[in-house]
């Protein structure tokens, strides 16, 4: 954490560009763009659904990583965010979208319990915490 060299703070500064470019443009429908350029018909709303929740978890979760790498510049932490964005990847994300789409369908409003999980899960909080707690961890030590 401690050398912060010119490269480190514009990867930094760029992932945040990039974190609050994609909180901006949320509301985008990314399937719909990729479906009308490349001439694909047929998408149903709960396809689009999925692909936009999940173009964005992937996006913010690359993002967090970016930073992750250059806050810490550890090793053993950039695999540890990797693991997360993993099961995040392969566990969370199908389980929210499962859940979301069997009890409410392709809405964006949703029960609030969901939100919570939809925040955790579609939004950076997830590595925002992780990030957090490494720091923390990181200040406790060097006490």
Not at 26 to 37: A, K, L
Not at 44 to 69: S, Y
Not at 130 to 143: E, P, T, V
């Amino acid at each position: 954490m401690g050398n912060w060299t010119g490269p480190k703070i514009l990867a930094i500064t760029l992932a945040l560009v990039g974190l609050a470019t994609v909180y901006l443009f949320q509301r985008v429908d990314y399937t719909g763009i990729i479906s009308e350029t490349l001439a694909w018909s047929g998408v149903t709303p709960e396809l689009a659904f999925v692909i936009n929740k999940t173009l964005r978890m992937v996006v913010n979760d690359l993002l967090c990583l970016v930073i992750i790498r250059a806050w810490f510049a550890d090793e053993r932490i950039t695999r540890l965010a990797w693991w997360v964005f993993g099961f995040e990847l392969v566990v969370l994300l199908p389980a929210y979208l499962t859940v979301k789409l069997w009890l409410e369908g392709p809405t964006e409003l949703s029960v609030p319990w969901l939100q919570q999980v939809h925040r955790l899960v579609v939004n950076p909080m997830l590595m925002g915490l992780l990030i957090m707690a490494l720091s923390y961890q990181r200040f406790i030590k060097n006490l």
